[in-house]
C-alpha cells in the first residue's frame, strides 16, 4: 500500500459511554401561553441554567383524550428560552409520530421497564449479577469547572465545593464542607438518593431529575444550614441535618 492510499483497516470511530446530566421538562397540561410566561420567569432567575441546556421533553404525564400538544411548536418554545430537546418522552402513538417528523428520539414513558433485546434466542441468556461499587471519597477541594461523577453508588467529598463545581452520583452525595456549586444525586432515577451538606449555599441541588435552583433555594429557612434534601413525591424536601 502506497502511503497515498488511506488506511481501511484503521478504526476511524469508538463507541464509548458517556454520562450526562439532562433535565425533563415534564408537561402537566397543554398550555403552551403560560409555559412560554413561567419559562421567562425561570430564565430570569437562573439565566446562566437556561443556556444551550440538554432537555427531555416528558409527555408521558399529559392527560389522555385532551388537545394534543404541537410538539413542533412546543420544541421551538424551548429552543427560545435556552433548551435544546435532545429527545421526547411518551408512549402516545400521536407523539411518537410527530417526534418522527422532527427526527427527534423518543424514550419510553417514565417508569416504563426496559426489555432486553433477545438477539439470538436459541442461546439462553444469564442475568448478570448486581455489581457492587464502594462509595467514591474526595479529600481534595472541588473547584469551579470540575466534575466529579460516582458511577453506581455513594460520593462523600470531605471538602468545600466551589462555585462552578458539579457533583453528580448514582446514589447519594455527601458534602463536609460547604457545597457552593452543583449536586445531582440519584441522577438514573434513584428517588431515594438523599444529599447531605454541611453548609447548603448551592448553585443548584437535584434528585433524580427534580431540582431547584439557587434563587428558589436562598428562600429557603435553612439556606447557609447543614441539612438533608430527600425527595417527597416530586417536590424535594429540604430538613436540618
Excluded at 45 to 50: G, K, L, R
Amino acid at each position: 500500500m502506497s502511503q497515498a492510499e488511506p488506511d481501511t483497516q484503521a478504526p476511524v470511530f469508538q463507541l464509548k459511554g458517556s454520562m450526562l446530566a439532562i433535565t425533563v421538562l415534564e408537561l402537566v397540561r397543554n398550555d403552551l401561553d403560560n409555559l412560554d410566561q413561567q419559562l421567562a420567569a425561570k430564565v430570569e432567575q437562573a439565566p446562566d441554567f437556561f443556556n444551550n441546556t440538554p432537555l427531555v421533553l416528558g409527555l408521558d404525564k399529559l392527560p389522555e383524550g385532551g388537545l394534543e400538544v404541537d410538539l413542533q411548536a412546543l420544541v421551538a418554545l424551548c429552543r427560545k428560552h435556552g433548551l435544546l430537546t435532545l429527545a421526547v418522552r411518551t408512549g402516545q402513538a400521536a407523539y411518537i409520530q410527530a417526534a418522527g417528523v422532527l427526527d427527534i428520539p423518543v424514550l419510553p414513558p417514565s417508569g416504563a421497564r426496559e426489555r432486553k433485546l433477545d438477539l439470538d434466542s436459541k442461546t439462553p441468556t444469564k442475568p448478570s449479577e448486581p455489581q457492587y461499587r464502594p462509595s467514591r471519597v474526595v479529600t481534595t477541594p472541588i473547584r469551579g469547572g470540575q466534575q466529579v461523577y460516582a458511577q453506581g453508588g455513594d460520593l462523600i467529598v470531605i471538602a468545600p465545593v466551589s462555585p462552578g463545581a458539579e457533583l453528580l452520583a448514582d446514589g447519594n452525595i455527601h458534602v463536609y464542607g460547604p457545597l457552593r456549586g452543583r449536586a445531582l444525586a440519584g441522577i438514573k432515577g434513584d428517588t431515594n438518593a438523599r444529599i447531605f451538606c454541611q453548609q447548603l449555599a448551592a448553585e443548584l441541588v437535584s434528585i433524580a431529575g427534580h431540582y431547584k435552583v439557587a434563587e428558589d433555594l436562598r428562600r429557603e429557612p435553612l439556606w447557609a444550614e447543614a441539612v438533608k434534601i430527600g425527595l417527597a413525591g416530586d417536590v424535594l424536601n429540604i430538613t436540618r441535618l
